[in-house]
């Protein structure tokens, strides 16, 4: 085993003590995935396009947006939405107004005039039987995995090398074709050196180029790429928490406001997750927006905006 291999086994040890890299692990061991159904691939889609430029992390926008029920955006609803009721759901996102036109196109695309789903259906099928079964993990997987990804890359707007990848993870389909984000390409760089440049992984030559150099590290490291896409995923969502620490619990503002705990719950004005705050001096507690931890006053003795409800 060369050094990049053993740095990459050493990582995936390092988090697979994490319960969502855990569960993970055991189901690219021994879980079967769902049947690609149009509405998953739907919503998942939406998901994609949404996080081509912001993270999908715990209490992010994205993450909210997802776990709201019913999703705003489900294939039966945005049918029978207007262009503009749809713009007004993805107003406070970044893009949305492109989102919003891929969407369009998409739909048109897949489901209307083009009437693509049949295609891509049969070819996610496919990677449904491979994955489920009852086969090892195979280096032959690859090839399937790779030519599904293209497809959707070619068939879809606003969907990349990157984000076909992510959508055929999300739905459960792959092993070895995973995307390349930030985060993985900045472990990459910061501990094996390899200098990705962004511009590299937007045509399937550039991108293919340097998935088949990971994806051979992780082969001689016994790992599966899926699994270390997860890890390096966690251990970079660690690292930038340590930089940014307003939304870690016990953190203290500079008015004396100190986090509690997050609370699950989402503020649908700026679509932010909600934490519980404590007031230093006089114990007011209260709900307010991540994003406002910073600046935060107490409504009670520092003539702070209002808390929110955080129960």
């Known amino acids: 085993m060369n050094d990049e291999q053993e740095l990459v086994k050493r ?25 690609p159904t149009k509405e998953a691939f739907w919503k998942h889609l939406v998901l994609c396009l949404l996080t081509t430029q912001q993270r999908s992390t715990a209490g992010s926008q994205v993450d909210l947006f997802e776990k709201r029920v019913p999703f705003p955006l489900e294939l039966e609803a945005y049918r029978a939405m207007g ?16 989102v919003t036109r891929y969407l369009q196109i998409n739909h048109r695309r897949l489901f209307e005039k083009d009437d693509c789903w049949p295609e891509i259906q049969a070819s996610l099928e496919l990677l449904q039987r491979q994955r489920n079964s009852d086969n090892a993990p195979a280096q032959s997987h690859k090839v399937l995995e790779r030519k599904v990804a293209r497809r959707l890359a070619d068939h879809l707007d606003g969907i990349g090398p990157k984000q076909s990848r992510n959508l055929l993870q999300w739905l459960g389909l792959t092993r070895y074709e995973i995307p390349l984000d930030s985060r993985v390409t ?29 994806q051979s590290v992780c082969d001689g490291a016994g790992i599966l790429p899926t699994v270390f896409d997860a890890a390096a995923f966690e251990e970079g969502k660690i690292e930038r928490a340590l930089q940014n620490p307003a939304n870690r619990i ?31 001096y ?13 600046g935060r006053k107490c409504p009670k ?11």
Not at 12 to 24: F, H, P, Q
Not at 282 to 291: I, P, T
């Open 11 to 35: 990582l995936v040890e390092r988090m697979k003590v994490v319960d969502w890299v855990a569960k993970l692990i055991r189901f690219n061991e021994e879980g079967k995935a769902d049947p």
């Open 83 to 98: 262009y503009e009721e749809v713009l007004q759901t993805l107003k406070s996102f970044r893009f949305g107004k492109p």
């Open 282 to 294: 006089c114990g007011q507690v209260y709900g307010a927006a991540g994003s406002d931890i910073v």
């Open 301 to 311: 003795c520092q003539d702070g905006a209002p808390g929110l409800a955080h129960e």
């Open 186 to 214: 900045g472990w990459l760089g910061d501990n094996l050196g390899w200098n990705i440049s962004f511009d590299s992984l937007n045509d399937n030559v550039g991108y293919e180029f340097w998935l088949d150099r990971l």
């Open 250 to 280: 016990g953190y203290v503002n500079k008015s004396g406001q100190v986090v509690v705990r997050n609370t699950d719950l989402c503020n649908p004005d700026k679509n932010r997750a909600i934490y519980m705050l404590g007031c230093s």
